[in-house]
């Protein structure tokens, strides 16, 4: 699937994009198929660089974030945080489909 990158306020140079796209196959290695990654990469004063991930997946919107001084450190970092989210979601997911819930004798 075709994933979004867009930058504000810099170009996005071939680099930059090569190291963002082998991020984003990690990310959907954890996802279900079929999900788009948008990613958003900002710097918005001089010494500071944010990268923000979007992936709409399980009904829900996922947001991962990170600010740094060196923008491959954000990307790095926001790749970590979704894939944290992302398979604490999952596990969540898995885990209500795994428990039923509690029993009449367990009230007692």
Same mark, same amino acid.
């Given at each position: 699937?075709? /994933?979004?990158?867009?930058? #504000?306020?810099?170009? $996005? ?5 090569? +190291?963002? %796209? ?20 900002? /710097?918005?004063?001089?010494? #500071?660089?944010?990268? $923000? ?5 399980? +009904?829900? %919107? ?47």
């Amino acid at each position: 699937m075709q /994933h979004m990158i867009a930058c #504000e306020d810099f170009e $996005l140079t071939p680099a930059i994009r090569e +190291h963002v %796209e082998a991020n984003v196959a990690a990310i959907t290695e954890a996802l279900p198929k079929n999900e788009q990654v948008r990613v958003f990469l900002s /710097h918005p004063s001089k010494r #500071e660089f944010t990268a $923000l991930f979007k992936v709409h997946a399980w +009904h829900r %919107e996922i947001v991962a974030t990170d600010t740094s001084d060196n923008l491959y450190k954000a990307v790095n970092k926001a790749r970590s945080n979704m894939i944290r989210k992302v398979h604490d979601l999952k596990e969540r997911k898995v885990g209500a489909r795994h428990n039923p819930g509690p029993t009449i004798g367990e009230f007692v």
